[in-house]
Structure formats: structure tokens, C-alpha cells
């Protein structure tokens, strides 16, 4: 299986900051990667697909970056209804397979 | 709008079987894989299984294969998930989500969307 590893596993910020997340597979995906956010007792939404194109509907300040093993998210401007978590999953391999999630709290 | 409805959780004792449901509306469920999704409370997220459109090919994770049976009934839209001899590290949110893709450069790219709102699984005596 091909393991996603996220950094950092938490962070603190205030609105309006610049925040990045990374992900890392063991193995080369290409740019099958997505990212998801969920917020508390909710199901998770998809933000981010094959590395860099946004969903439809998803703010602009989300973007996505990188090929291979090393991906990023970025929120360039965040906002109240940031404050969530989020995760990373690649879809290469038939079993498809999550980061531990990165927790995004107010500061 | 497109949505997907779990039920049949509930409170299981060790050893036991429960059989989840996901009810899908506003698309016609043969025409997706379709995938179950497991979430311990407060932990992160462990892909379970998947079976394609006519419901032909199913795969399982390691963790429950030869205990689950993942199956769909296309005509009643729902997608279904037996869990047998379960155990108490099955205890999870049980999420159903669709198999949904864009073609990009002439590849498909696939990833969870939509998910259904989760039904909690407890394994205990």
C-alpha cells in the first residue's frame, strides 16, 4: 500500500493567514492526489483533485501543487469557515489511501 | 441534488453482523463505483471497499476481507455493506461516497464525491 504522510498533523492561525499543508507519499503518484476538508460531524468535501484543479464551488484561495511524491495546499487568505481538517488521498493505486489529516484551529 | 443517505448502524456485540445501507437519489448509482469509508471517532480516514457499476468486481481492504461483503441493488439505488464476526476495532463512522472522475489531458482522475453523512458502528459487549 502506499502510505500518506502529512505535516504538520495541527496548526494554529488567525484569519486572513497564509497556510500550507504538505503531503507526502511513499511511492510516486503522478498527480493522483485530492484533498478533502471536514469539519466536525460532518462528512468530508473535495477541494482539490489530480493535485491543482479546484472543485466546483470551492473558494479560489484554495489551491493545490505538486507531482509525484511531494504535494502542498494552500489557503492563501483563510477565513472562519477554514477552521477545519484536512486530509490528503491518493487514487494511483486500486486501494486508495488517506493522510492522518492536518487540523487547522483559530490562534 | 445528488445525496447519499446511510443507515443501519447501531450497537453490535462482538462476533455480531449488522448490514449498512446507502440510499442514493438525483443519480442513477450504476453508472459509479461506489466506496465505503470507515472514520474512528477523532481519527483519521481508512478506505474499506469498492464495487463497480453492474457489481461485478468488489475489492476489500486486508482489515475486513473475508469478514465484509460489500454488494448494490441498482434497481432500489442503494449500495449495501454486511459486516459479519465483527470485531471492536471495527467501531467507526461508516461513510458510503461515489466514485466520481474528470478527464484531464485524455486521463481520469478519480476522487470521493459526494460522501453520505455517516452512520456510527459500535462494536462492544
Known amino acids: 500500500d502506499i502510505q500518506m504522510t502529512q505535516s504538520p498533523s495541527s496548526l494554529s492561525a488567525s484569519v486572513g493567514d497564509r497556510v500550507t499543508i504538505t503531503c507526502r507519499a511513499s511511492h510516486s503518484i503522478s498527480s493522483y492526489l485530492n484533498w478533502y476538508q471536514q469539519k466536525p460531524g460532518k462528512a468530508p468535501k473535495v477541494l482539490i483533485y489530480?493535485?491543482?484543479s479546484l472543485q466546483s464551488g470551492v473558494p479560489s484561495r484554495f489551491s493545490g501543487s505538486g507531482y509525484g511524491t511531494d504535494f502542498t495546499l494552500t489557503i492563501t487568505s483563510l477565513q472562519p469557515e477554514d477552521f477545519a481538517t484536512y486530509y490528503c488521498?491518493?487514487?494511483?493505486?486500486?486501494?486508495?489511501?488517506f493522510g492522518q489529516g492536518t487540523k487547522v484551529e483559530i490562534k | 441534488e445528488v445525496q447519499l443517505v446511510e443507515s443501519g448502524g447501531g450497537l453490535v456485540q462482538p462476533g455480531g453482523s449488522l448490514r449498512l445501507s446507502c440510499a442514493a437519489s438525483?443519480?442513477?448509482?450504476?453508472?459509479?463505483?461506489m466506496h465505503w469509508v470507515r472514520q474512528t471517532p477523532g481519527k483519521g480516514l481508512v478506505w474499506v471497499s469498492r464495487i463497480n457499476g453492474d457489481g461485478t468486481v468488489r475489492t476489500y481492504a486486508d482489515s475486513v476481507k473475508g469478514r465484509f461483503t460489500i454488494s448494490r441493488d441498482n434497481a432500489k439505488n442503494t449500495l449495501y455493506l454486511q459486516m459479519n464476526s465483527l470485531r471492536a476495532e471495527d467501531t467507526a463512522f461508516y461513510y458510503c461516497?461515489?466514485?466520481?472522475?474528470?478527464?484531464?489531458?485524455?486521463?481520469?482522475?478519480?476522487?470521493?464525491?459526494?460522501w453520505g453523512q455517516g452512520t456510527l458502528v459500535t462494536v462492544s459487549s
Open positions: 489530480a493535485a491543482s
Open positions: 488521498q491518493q487514487s494511483y493505486t486500486t486501494l486508495w489511501t
Open positions: 461516497a461515489r466514485e466520481s472522475h474528470q478527464l484531464l489531458s485524455g486521463l481520469s482522475y478519480n476522487y470521493f464525491d459526494p
Open positions: 438525483q443519480f442513477t448509482l450504476s453508472d459509479y463505483w
